[in-house]
């Protein structure tokens, strides 16, 4: 931080200026695998209309993109934030947690997500290093967080001082919506395509079915062929979340390596979601839904161990089925994901009146 001498002699914070009604907000920043996390720690307007208005928190997404959009573009977007940039919004308060340790919502460079696994693994240490757990007890402490598709509940590794890692999560019950449907692609052709929900929704297919390889080809070829995956998948199948019908969207697509049979090797793959963004780490959301595939296909049997690999940094997260269970008219399971979450620093971003780009602008 740079220091500025006081008139007492001392030193002083130095802070740019900025317009007096112009916005400032505090962040922490963490990554997940190499994703990015800008967690913002408390963000009043949504906590008062949580508040006012008793808003779930699918309902205060909705209000957060009609009202307070600016905000995430602030931070997400150039030039503070990047085409790749991810972050979590904490609502603190009973209205929003519903008997959870801090509820969150989750930001991208296109909008808002229903949930999001590095984000959760992140916040996990996040919750007790900043108090939001009363009593952290060690080795490892529980932290109940509430995501706009539902409860989740993080581990976390609590040495009596500060949190570690690895941590791990159970998210909302995981299914296969669909397998081996049949999609037309353009430029591409019919291919086959499993559709899978791990707190959203993702289709998964082989990049070799496109004529690619996840580990050898170049990002940018892998990013065109898995959205034009996605927006085929959008126009030629109608999804349903047995809850709400704001969960029922299509995040994005995850082309594999194929190795879905049960291996102690990993296997890799890449997360192209939102406006093309791509997930730095294996995508713990991803994870969960690719999880509930191989188990509804008989590939892989509870309690069994997958690491799973991000084809564009290498880093690992691990993945298995702990429990099966229903969830609607679906046969679903619990999945439980492992990965490590790191903090890189912290950043005041401000935002002065006058700035022609002060909301920032998206470049890709």
Not at 109 to 117: D, F, L, P, R, V
Not at 232 to 249: G, R, T
Not at 350 to 359: A, G
């Amino acid at each position: 931080a740079m220091a500025a001498e006081g008139g007492g002699g001392g030193s002083e914070r130095w802070l740019p200026p900025r317009s007096p009604s112009g916005l400032a907000v505090q962040t922490v920043e963490m990554h997940t695998g190499g994703e990015p996390l800008r967690v913002v720690p408390r963000l009043e307007a949504a906590e008062a209309a949580v508040a006012a208005r008793r808003l779930s928190l699918l309902s205060l997404r909705r209000e957060m993109a009609a009202t307070q959009d600016h905000v995430r573009r602030v931070l997400m977007h150039e030039p503070r934030g990047h085409a790749g940039m991810y972050g979590a919004v904490v609502v603190r308060g009973e209205a929003a947690t519903e008997g959870a340790h801090l509820a969150a919502l989750f930001l991208h460079g296109a909008g808002y997500s229903a949930m999001c696994g590095h984000a959760v693994l992140a916040l996990g240490r996040f919750a007790l290093d900043s108090g939001l757990v009363a009593a952290p007890r060690c080795p490892e402490t529980a932290v109940r967080l509430r995501c706009p598709c539902g409860p989740v509940t993080a581990f976390v590794p609590w040495d009596g001082h500060r949190s570690g890692n690895p941590v791990r999560f159970h998210s909302v019950p995981a299914f296969a919506a669909a397998t081996d449907l049949a999609i037309d692609v353009p430029g591409h052709g019919k291919v086959l395509v499993d559709i899978g929900y791990g707190g959203t929704f993702y289709a998964f297919l082989s990049a070799e079915q496109l004529g690619l390889d996840v580990c050898s080809s170049k990002t940018r070829d892998l990013v065109n062929a898995a959205s034009a995956v996605t927006e085929a998948v959008k126009k030629q199948f109608k999804l349903h979340h047995p809850e709400s019908e704001d969960l029922a969207f299509l995040y994005g697509t995850i082309l594999t390596d194929g190795k879905d049979t049960f291996s102690e090797e990993p296997t890799t793959n890449i997360c192209v979601f939102a406006d093309e963004q791509v997930d730095r780490s294996p995508t713990g959301s991803g994870v969960t839904a690719r999880i509930a595939l191989q188990y509804h296909k008989g590939l892989i049997q509870l309690n069994q161990t997958r690491t799973f690999r991000s084809s564009t940094t290498g880093s690992l997260f691990t993945g298995k089925a702990v429990q099966a269970t229903k969830f609607g008219d679906y046969n679903a399971v619990i999945v439980e994901v492992s990965g490590e979450a790191f903090y890189t620093g912290t950043a005041t971003f401000t935002v002065e009146e006058e700035d022609p780009l002060k909301y920032g602008f998206f470049f890709k």
